[in-house]
């Protein structure tokens, strides 16, 4: 495949955006090259500024899950587009997808709509923090909560540590307020909570990981977490940014049957248009201005084309249930292609999976949280990326993200992902 339009399209973008995009992963910087420009896209295949036809296993990380440009969604903004675009005045779209909301996820009552999966968590954790009256959260190593400062933090080489920022800007104030814990690792959370005792606010978790490979909770892990939340007076956050209305219509809430206190949504809610959320009882959410203290904004919150792509999808996943047992299966049957043939090479790997959600790791020790996740090869994953994308399969490009499946790709797509797969690791 040729890149040539991609390429100085590249180039371009680098005089005037900083790395040439808008959000760092795009820039393939993990696994080396240029990224590829988009023309356009249908159902599972993305068209580039070059002609070449790619095979999509990222769904614009997630939103898309069923497929490209589908058309309730495209068809409702369009519609929509037609009164207007934004005024900073309420509408009856907002109350139709809240009541949606509300209908399909377990626990909540009211719902708040922001513009983005950052904004949702970063106001998921003030109200929790206003709720209880106290500063301190806990956060899981390898979990990504969006880009604002308090989530922007790293973890030491223990299981356990005080946080220190891993970006410049992130004051080591705030870093402290923010404590670490491995994923899946309940002792480590009931140490910390020993060790500040009535002073940590919240607990925020993926309550399936998706940002360091897809990474299911263990056995009991939630539960654990709900039960030491209810001990002891802390808030218990399920970031369902990723799995929200993507594992089930309930989210991973319904999936593992374990209720969070507070919900932060994105992604697949705004139906490809810029939308987070965030939702919980009418206790805690009265706590929110204007009704309460806890203060949140926003001009183009609510914004009447965002919330219309979102209703138009929410309202077919709510109309159509089965697509989550389709694409369960689809994901199933990518598992096994992928196993059969990394199993008859000499490669090691790990692949896990739930429900649309895949990764493949090159490691063979099991992958349960940061720090196994970490040992994957990323010299392979570079090779393996590339070798994908010259047979026209896009994958994440980053060891670190979960490849997510879009109802839109058939089992023709999924042979011709595992044929490529076959190719490819011949040449590692
Ligand atoms: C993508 C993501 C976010 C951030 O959402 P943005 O819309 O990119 O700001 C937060 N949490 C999780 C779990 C995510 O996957």
């Known amino acids: 495949m040729i890149y040539k339009r ?34 356009r896209a249908k159902g599972a295949y993305i068209t580039d500024v070059d002609g070449n036809t790619l095979i999509d296993f990222i769904a614009s990380w997630g939103p898309l899950i069923l497929g490209h440009a589908y058309e309730p969604v495209i068809d409702a903004v369009c519609a929509k587009a037609q009164d207007g675009t934004s005024f900073g005045m ?70 356990v540590t005080l946080g220190v920022p891993n970006s410049p800007g992130v004051t080591t104030g705030t870093a402290r307020d923010t404590l670490l814990a491995a994923y ?81 949504f994105g992604k697949v809610i705004g139906g490809g248009l810029p939308v987070g959320a965030f939702a919980a009882n009418n206790e805690i959410m009265n706590h929110l201005a204007p009704d309460g203290p806890v203060y949140q904004a926003g001009t183009l919150s609510g914004n009447p084309l965002a919330m219309a792509a979102g209703l138009a999808m929410l309202e077919e996943l ?6 989550y047992e389709s694409l369960k299966e689809k994901t199933a049957y990518l598992h096994q292609g992928l196993e059969s043939v990394l199993s008859n090479s000499e490669i090691p790997y790990t692949i896990n999976r739930l429900g649309s959600m895949i990764s493949l790791h090159f490691t063979s020790e099991a992958v349960v949280d940061f720090e196994s996740s970490a040992k994957g090869n990323n010299d392979t994953f570079k090779k393996f990326f590339h070798g994908m994308l010259k047979e026209g399969i896009y994958l994440p490009p980053s060891a670190f993200e979960s490849w997510f499946l879009n109802d839109a790709l058939n089992y023709e797509d999924l042979d011709k992902c595992v044929e490529a797969c076959r190719k490819v690791v011949s040449t590692l």
Not at 96 to 117: C, D, H, Q, T, Y
Not at 196 to 219: D, K, S, T, V
Not at 318 to 323: F, H, K, S
Request: charged share 20%; hydrophobic share 40%; glycine share 10%.
């Open 6 to 39: 991609s390429s100085a399209l590249f180039k371009e973008a680098q005089q005037v955006i900083p790395g040439g995009v808008n959000s760092p992963v795009r820039a393939f910087k993990s696994v080396g090259g240029e990224p590829v420009f988009v023309k």
């Open 90 to 159: 309420p509408t009856e779209i907002e109350t139709e997808i809240a009541r949606l909301a509300i209908s399909m996820v377990p626990g909540i009552e009211k719902i708040r709509f922001v513009n983005s999966g950052t904004e949702a968590c970063m106001s998921a954790i003030r109200l929790a923090r206003g709720y209880t009256g106290r500063e301190k959260i806990i956060k899981f190593a390898g979990c990504y909560h969006g880009h604002s400062d308090s989530f922007l933090i790293a973890a030491g080489s223990g299981a």
């Open 184 to 264: 899946n690792n309940l002792n480590a959370v009931e140490e910390l909570i020993s060790q500040h005792p009535n002073e940590i606010a919240c607990i925020i978790l993926e309550p399936a990981a998706g940002n360091m490979g897809c990474i299911p909770p263990a056995e009991g892990f939630l539960e654990g977490l709900r039960s030491l939340c209810d001990k002891n007076g802390i808030v218990l956050i399920f970031d369902e940014v990723m799995t929200g209305f993507r594992l089930a219509a309930g989210g991973a809430q319904e999936l593992f049957n374990v209720k969070a206190d507070i919900v932060t």
């Open 318 to 323: 709510n109309d159509n249930p089965d697509v």
